[in-house]
């Protein structure tokens, strides 16, 4: 059961220095005062790490929706009725939700991926990828078994390689489950080790009286099922979902690919702690795209050492931020692929000559 995990995870390499440094120098010698562009700039030089090439596309984008359900709903922890979940995946079929607005604003195509709803009916255009109707309650015991939590990750990581098959150049993470801030902030705490107080957020919009019980949901679940943080399928099986679990596959996949990450908020954020948690070579691949007003959220960008792109206060998920940063992706490509540089002109390049012997590997902010 693992093998295929195991092969996936074989194949994830560090980033490609040689491209990196000749991307740098290219970036430097364009007609621009030096590091003007900012972090478009590093976005530059770390598609040519991830690539491999000097000459990256990320023409051809995809967002990935992974959808489940979540037995701790009956807690009480969202402010919306699991059916949302589910009136949901309908909403994206149509192209009427708030990330496909987004999505095509960006020139991305949407897939939406049932992993494990309660949905039974499913409309037509959702990927079939049901490894259980939705989660146990997570408060009372594992909300899934190891196996299905590897399961749900080789779901993912089969979605990144047939988008790396068909020509995806970048791939935007989202994702649908109504009640999934509790198991990522719970996931976060185990993680981080930080208090679940300092972690837990209103989600959807639920009150104060809410959020404390919210929290005290969370300490049980954490509490009963004693997730080894030092095992991220335990994690994920234990105070996970199946969508999470899903995601994590997504960028494990996506990393052997050597195709770049856009994470979105709390919920992928969780599952990309848990897949550099498997692989923490994972991390290089990834672009967060905003800052969630969740808590949990700059947490895990601190824990994985990632910038976000954005500062838009939003609390949405369905990869509604990834869908935004996208079009911010694809300026830093468009830069230097197109931009006059010095020479052109036919004056010497005024970057500092030192630069060419710095061994500090910038773009991986
Ligand atoms: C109409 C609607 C659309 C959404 N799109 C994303 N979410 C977001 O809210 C859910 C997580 O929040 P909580 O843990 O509080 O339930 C997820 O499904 C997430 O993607 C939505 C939620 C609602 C209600
Ligand atoms: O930050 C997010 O991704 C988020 C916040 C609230 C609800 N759903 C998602």
Do not use: W
Request: with cysteine.
């Amino acid at each position: 059961m693992l093998e295929k995990l195991f092969q996936v995870i074989n194949r994830i390499e560090r980033l490609n220095m040689v491209s990196m440094h000749q991307m740098r120098r290219s970036v430097n010698n364009l007609t621009k005062p030096l590091g003007s562009l900012g972090r478009l700039e590093e976005i530059a030089v770390r598609l040519a790490g991830i690539t491999g090439s000097v000459q990256p596309s990320v023409d051809k984008k995809a967002i990935v929706v992974m959808c489940g359900d979540h037995g701790v709903v009956q807690e009480g922890v969202s402010a919306y009725p699991q059916e949302v979940t589910g009136l949901m995946m309908a909403n994206f079929i149509r192209r009427s939700a708030a990330v496909n607005v987004l999505a095509q604003q960006a020139g991305a195509e949407v897939q939406v991926i049932d992993v494990g709803t309660l949905l039974t009916d499913l409309p037509e255009g959702v990927v079939r990828r049901k490894v259980r109707p939705g989660t146990a309650n997570m408060a009372q015991g594992p909300a899934m078994t190891k196996q299905e939590a590897v399961a749900a990750i080789h779901v993912g990581m089969d979605t990144a390689y047939e988008l790396a098959d068909k020509g995806i150049e970048v791939i935007g993470l989202g994702e649908m489950g109504i009640g999934n801030t509790t198991p990522s902030s719970a996931m976060t705490a185990v993680f981080t080790n930080h208090p679940v107080e300092q972690i837990t957020g209103r989600g959807t919009g639920i009150d104060d009286e809410a959020l404390a019980a919210k929290t005290k949901v969370i300490e049980r679940a954490i509490e009963v099922n004693q997730p080894d943080p030092g095992d991220a399928v335990d994690v994920l099986a234990k105070v996970g979902g199946l969508e999470i679990a899903g995601l994590a596959g997504v960028i494990m996949g996506a990393a052997a690919r050597r195709v770049p990450v856009v994470i979105d908020g709390v919920i992928t954020g969780a599952a990309a702690l848990a897949a550099c948690r498997i692989e923490p070579r994972c991390r290089d691949y990834l672009f967060a795209s905003h800052l969630s007003v969740e808590p949990a959220h700059r947490i895990v960008l601190d824990e994985l050492g990632l910038k976000p792109l954005l500062h838009l206060d939003m609390r949405l998920g369905e990869g509604t931020g990834a869908a935004l940063a996208l079009p911010v992706i694809e300026s830093a490509v468009q830069l230097v692929s197109r931009m006059a540089t010095f020479e052109d002109l036919g004056i010497p390049s005024p970057a500092p000559e030192e630069d060419e012997f710095s061994l500090a590997v910038d773009g991986l902010k």
